[in-house]
């Protein structure tokens, strides 16, 4: 059974699209501010998380990178009335699956909840992923450089994890946007180069660098 959680200040919208859910055959939970949606997702763990942009004034963008501490594995649908590019593109880069714009068609939601669900990161055979002095634990999400520990957000992370595992193989930035953020139709989102950059300040700062990019051809993952 799929377990969903709704968080969602407007009560008639909430209802509405738990009704919908429910009636999908999902489990539904329901909350309505960013407090309770920390809180909830401390103890329960959820398929897809359904999380309303603006909760009583508060910007759940905000919340996003503790709500996947506590819950690693959910998938979040970004739900906003904000539908203007930049501020898709701001929620995809910062954590989220997927953003969906109000006013939308409920069946359109349960479509995206579904798949969403069904979209497995990393059905590893193996819970390790190494290269030179990097390494990456996929069951604990830790990874190292040398003796440092080494905080990603979450899109970094399943970045890196592609490269990690097929080094020297280079991947396209529509490869990336497709695979990393299941975007094919915003090929003119810098997306990639900000997540790239960051991920770059992060492993390689201090390091051989082992992100390696040319112009025009790609990324990939391998000594300079
Ligand atoms: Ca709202």
């Not at 055959?25 to 909830?40: P, Q």
């Not at 080494?150 to 946007?177: H, M």
């Amino acid at each position: 059974m799929m377990r969903v959680l709704i968080v969602e200040d407007e009560p008639k919208v909430l209802s509405f699209i738990s009704q919908a859910l429910e009636s999908s055959g999902m489990t539904v939970d329901k909350v309505s501010a960013v407090s309770e949606v920390k809180l909830i997702t401390k103890t329960l763990s959820f398929d897809v998380i359904v999380l309303d942009r603006l909760l009583h004034g508060e910007d759940s963008l905000e919340a996003l990178s503790e709500i996947r501490r506590n819950n690693p594995l959910a998938k979040i649908l970004v739900l906003s009335a904000l539908s203007e590019v930049d501020e898709k593109v701001r929620g995809l880069t910062e954590g989220a699956d997927d953003y969906l714009g109000k006013p939308f068609h409920v069946a359109e939601l349960v479509a995206r909840i579904r798949v969403l669900a069904k979209r497995s990161d990393s059905p590893a055979k193996t819970s390790q992923l190494s290269y030179a002095d990097l390494l990456m634990d996929l069951n604990s999400q830790k990874v190292m450089r040398g003796n440092c520990k080494i905080d990603l957000t979450a899109k970094e992370f399943r970045l890196l994890s592609l490269l990690l595992r097929n080094p020297g193989r280079v991947y396209s930035r529509s490869d990336l946007l497709d695979q990393v953020w299941d975007l094919n139709h915003f090929p003119e989102s810098n997306v990639v180069e900000v997540t790239v950059a960051s991920l770059r300040s992060k492993v390689d700062k201090g390091f051989t660098p082992l992100i390696q990019s040319r112009r025009g051809a790609g990324y990939w993952l391998g000594e300079p």
